[in-house]
Nanobody, 121 residues
Framework: QVQLVESGGGLVQAGGSLRLSCAAS????????MGWYRQAPGKQRELVAR???????NYADSVKGRFTISRDNAKNTVYLQIDTLKPEDTAVYYC???????????????WGQGTQVTVSS
């Protein structure tokens, strides 16, 4: 099994910043793509940003220029720096990792439990 644990969410005023972290642990051989998704109340979960194990990134249009995804492969950790927060960024943010596991070498998609980000106007 692989576990993803997010941290760094909270309540912040519009215009502020947060840094989310997500650490993966467990039966890991290698982690390929990692990403952040978010789900606002009454809406579907949507992609925020993804990063390959080589460092290539892609972002949702709504966050380009404000969000920065990065990763530390040695620590199996992905980060999301969120700047110039807007009330519409309020959501639960979920970490995702496409992971090849030990022994079976199967590749699976794992999710964290989510961390709440609330932006007040």
């Amino acid at each position: 099994q692989v576990q993803l644990v997010e941290s760094g969410g909270g309540l912040v005023q519009a215009g502020g910043s947060l840094r989310l972290s997500c650490a993966a642990s467990g039966n890991i051989f290698e982690i390929n793509d990692m990403g952040w998704y978010r789900q606002a109340p009454g809406k579907q979960r949507e992609l925020v940003a993804r990063i390959t194990n080589g460092g290539s990134t892609n972002y949702a249009d709504s966050v380009k220029g404000r969000f920065t995804i990065s990763r530390d492969n040695a620590k199996n950790t992905v980060y999301l720096q969120i700047d110039t927060l807007k009330p519409e960024d309020t959501a639960v943010y979920y970490c995702n990792a496409r992971t090849k596991v030990l022994v079976t070498m199967g590749e699976y998609n794992y999710w964290g439990q989510g961390t709440q980000v609330t932006v007040s106007s």
